[in-house]
């Protein structure tokens, strides 16, 4: 499975993007999708999950109320929308998949990673 992310870039606080994870290769349809992010000297962190039917999600405490994650499976595609967005929200934004039933947390879980994409926001 190669994962492929998009839809980072330059967003004053208080601003919006949509992230995007294409899937290829194989489907991903039966693995947990995830977003995690990377800030400079810091650890790689869990941002929000969600089930390969879509019907299970779960978020950090520090995106809940901001960011929505949801998929097409027809498109072996998973979205991050990210709203109000914070100058702490700044890092490379990963998705991952996991050959899983339900969103687990820790990153060392996961079985395929994209290359990451870049939000930076300024206050």
């Known amino acids: 499975v190669q994962l492929q992310a998009s839809g980072g870039g330059l967003v004053q606080a208080g601003g919006s993007l949509r992230l995007s994870c294409a899937a290829s290769?194989?489907?991903?349809?039966?693995?947990?999708m995830s977003w995690f992010r990377q800030a400079p000297g810091k650890a790689r962190e869990f941002v929000a999950g969600?089930?390969?039917?879509?019907?299970?999600?779960a978020y950090a405490d520090s995106v809940k109320g901001r960011f929505t994650i949801s998929r097409d499976n027809a498109k072996n595609t998973v979205y991050l929308q990210m709203d109000s967005l914070k100058p702490e929200d700044t890092a490379v934004y990963l998705c991952?998949?996991?050959?899983?039933?339900?969103?687990?947390?820790?990153?060392?879980?996961?079985?395929?990673w994209g290359q990451g994409t870049l939000v930076t926001v300024s206050s």
């Open positions: 991952a998949a996991d050959r899983a039933i339900v969103v687990v947390t820790p990153w060392s879980e996961y079985d395929y």
């Open positions: 969600i089930s390969w039917r879509g019907g299970s999600t």
């Open positions: 290769g194989r489907t991903t349809s039966n693995c947990v």
